[in-house]
């Protein structure tokens, strides 16, 4: 396995790498979950894949197994900042208001959304390789541009996973329920620290530590 990480603008070292992550995203979330999100028969993208965006994609043989994406909360597009403000502010109805409790604004705080893991991706161990690669990623993004900080909408079960494989991850919201899929989410909040990670990019020599909550 190794780690890839771009933005818009250098996407195209990658070949196609970003367009096999949204068809991954789609797989999962659309077809797998039953998210109400913008999609068409191939791929899963959004008002949020704009150039404030980065990604951490983990590739294995040359296709991508894993990956999520991140831009920092300052971050505005149109009408459109980044994910959990716009809920905040009522403009996603599928993610309560209450969910944050503030509306934060901060260089030093980046939101990671959109993680994935392939199904080919089947034993544990080599979940965790992913996992970590894939929030390492982030937390390497981040860190180069000034942040201190990453948070997520993500599954209770991510934060003890993160937490398994080293990372500071602590929940900073009430949970709740999402109709759509049945599952328990929540904001949780992780520390930048460059180096966290023992798992090297090219980890086809890592040793993995099992993950013993599955992570889709």
């Known amino acids: ?15 196609t790498a970003f367009y096999d992550f949204l068809r991954l995203r789609k797989r999962f979330f659309v077809d797998t979950l039953g998210w109400n999100i913008p999609h068409d028969d191939q791929v899963e993208m959004d008002q949020y894949d704009n150039p404030n965006a980065w990604y951490s994609l983990v590739m294995r043989d040359g296709a991508v197994i894993g990956g999520a994406r991140a831009m920092a909360t300052t971050a505005t597009w149109g009408s459109h900042s980044y994910m959990l403000r716009d809920a905040v502010h009522g403009k996603l109805i599928d993610i309560p208001p209450q969910v944050l409790g503030q509306d934060i604004v901060s260089a030093q705080t980046w939101e990671c959304t959109r993680l994935v893991m392939s199904e080919r991706v089947e034993t544990q161990a080599d979940r965790s390789v992913c996992l970590t690669m894939i929030v390492q990623g982030l937390i390497n993004v981040a860190a180069d541009q000034g942040a201190t900080q990453l948070m997520s909408l993500s599954p209770l079960a991510l934060m003890r996973a993160l937490r398994q494989l080293g990372f500071g991850a602590q929940r900073i919201g009430a949970p709740y329920t999402n109709d759509n899929d049945g599952r328990r989410y929540a904001v949780l909040s992780m520390p ?18 099992p993950v013993h909550a599955p992570i889709r």
């Open 1 to 15: 396995m190794e780690n890839i990480t771009f933005n818009l603008a250098t996407l195209h070292r990658h070949g």
């Open 192 to 209: 930048v620290i460059h180096g966290i990670a023992a798992i090297p990019r090219d980890a086809r020599r890592a040793q993995a530590q």
